[in-house]
């Protein structure tokens, strides 16, 4: 493929992700690309941009906003200029965002905007197995999603309220404002703040809800029975049982519950059936247990950020309590 039909192709794949129109794989190619030089780096955020205030623009003047397309693609040399950026962004209600990808993780960026009717939507953003996204909100919180996590920012957020939704994992940062204290609702329970950082894990295939508290303090609510709510001080995981509505509060290494933002793995003496629920989001693959008596099992171990899911496995395995074999996606334990 030559330069200029390369870099067409890589036009085509940015519209794509813009539209959310692409593959899986496709994003993944995407995301490659993106990190491996910073040149890339750089035409991606421009072309976001780009889309993004011809985005608004579309809406007030449709002629001028092809104008703006129609430079772009001569400056860039492009062929089909008419095809680029046209579509609406459909796919995800009000999700306008600057999205870059860095290696499997991705940096997302929720757009500040004035009109109206962004304020009477729902901004959501999800994310794929085999990837960690980063988010920065309007209010200047912090927010590490993990793998196969949904979060959403309310109608209004920022100017009238600071709630959010999270069904997943993710790691917060919040900007402190007394005046607007920060809840993420994880379905059977609330997480009130005004400023800290914890970690809410609320998976929906998962029967607890983990909150882990870094710095600060939080006060998790219990929605069923309010008085059995729990305010949390730092170095405390309260862990919620769906199935019992008990809480259960006892002190852990908050280093090691949010290591996976940095894309590492720390298990301390938790069954392989939980290692295998947290290899096959963060890898997108399946565990197929052939010998049901090796989800009993338990390992402490710690393996880094560059550690593949080969690598993990080949440690874990020999140990000789269990064999293991891999076709493609597909990781059958004996």
């Known amino acids: 493929m030559d330069q200029k039909r390369q870099q067409e192709y890589y036009d085509e794949l940015i519209t ?17 690309w993106v990190a491996a030089d910073e040149s890339h780096k750089k035409y991606y955020y421009e072309m976001t941009e780009l889309w993004l205030s011809s985005y608004d623009i579309h809406h007030k003047k449709k002629r001028k906003n092809e104008a703006v397309f129609r430079r772009f693609a001569e400056q860039a040399g492009l062929q089909k ?6 579509r609406k962004y459909t796919h ?11 290696g499997s993780a991705g940096l997302y960026l929720f757009d500040r905007s004035d009109r109206q009717d962004d304020q009477a939507m729902v901004r959501t953003i999800e994310v ?4 960690r996204s980063r988010l920065q909100l309007e209010d200047g919180t912090i927010v590490w999603l993990n793998a196969g996590s949904k979060f959403s920012c309310q109608p209004g957020f920022s100017q009238k309220n600071r709630q959010v939704a999270l069904e ?29 950082k914890f970690n ?15 710095e600060g303090s939080v006060n998790m609510i219990d929605k069923a029975a309010p008085s059995n709510s729990v305010i949390m001080v730092p170095q405390q995981q309260a862990i919620y049982n769906k199935l019992t509505g ?12 949010c290591q996976w933002t940095t894309g590492a793995h720390f298990f301390n003496e938790i069954s392989f059936d939980e290692i295998a629920g947290q290899l096959e989001k963060a890898f997108d693959v399946t565990f197929i247990f052939r010998n049901p008596e090796r989800r009993q099992l338990r390992f402490f171990g710690e393996f880094r950020n560059t550690d593949t899911l080969d690598d993990i496995l080949t440690i874990m395995s020999s140990s000789e309590k269990f064999t293991y ?8 334990i004996y």
């Open 246 to 257: 008990k809480t259960e509060v006892r002190k852990v290494s908050t280093e090691a519950v």
């Open 92 to 102: 995800i209600a009000a999700s306008l965002l600057i999205g870059v990808f860095l």
């Open 16 to 32: 794509g992700y813009l539209n959310r129109s692409l593959s899986r794989e496709q994003e993944k190619e995407l995301g490659r």
């Open 128 to 131: 794929p197995l085999g990837s």
């Open 168 to 196: 997943g994992e993710g790691y917060f940062e919040v900007a402190r404002n007394e005046k607007l204290p920060f809840i993420v609702n994880a379905k059977e329970i609330d997480v009130k703040v005004l400023g800290t």
């Open 81 to 86: 200029p008419k095809q680029l950026f046209l």
């Open 200 to 214: 809410v894990k609320a998976y929906s295939d998962e029967q607890e809800i983990a909150v882990t508290l870094a």
């Open 325 to 332: 074999r891999r076709n493609n996606n597909i990781i059958e």
